[in-house]
């Protein structure tokens, strides 16, 4: 069992900005990647970079929700992306989004 000291930090505004920090640079990963894929092509896939742009969205309301303190919100969109958007998130962020969720109702 978690010490309240423990859950403390985990709840503190620099914790938050940590963790939102951290699906930050995943993003930026994420989007520097599809243009490599999709974009740097003799023929660009479209439809696949709108398709990234669209996760890429989806992943910074996520970001938002815990930077403004909305754990829980962004918890809930977090479950509602496809797995593989899904898997963009470390696994750190995720389990604290989890325990933050479970520890709100």
């Known amino acids: 069992m978690k010490t309240k000291f423990i ?3 985990e709840n503190s505004q620099e914790y938050r900005t940590h ?3 951290l699906i930050r640079d995943e993003l930026i990963v994420y989007i520097q990647e599809g243009a490599k894929t999709w974009l740097d092509r003799s023929e660009p896939d479209l439809d696949m970079w709108d ?3 669209k996760d890429a969205e989806d992943l910074r309301i996520v970001h938002t929700r815990i930077d403004r303190d909305e754990v829980y919100f ?3 969109k977090a479950c509602d992306l ?3 958007v899904r898997d963009v998130i470390p696994t ?3 389990n604290w989004m989890s325990n933050v ?3 709100s109702k």
């Open 92 to 94: 750190k962020v995720w």
């Open 74 to 76: 962004a918890f809930k």
């Open 51 to 53: 398709t990234i742009l």
């Open 19 to 21: 963790m939102a920090q």
């Open 7 to 9: 859950t403390e930090i």
């Open 82 to 84: 496809d797995t593989a």
């Open 101 to 103: 969720h479970a520890a």
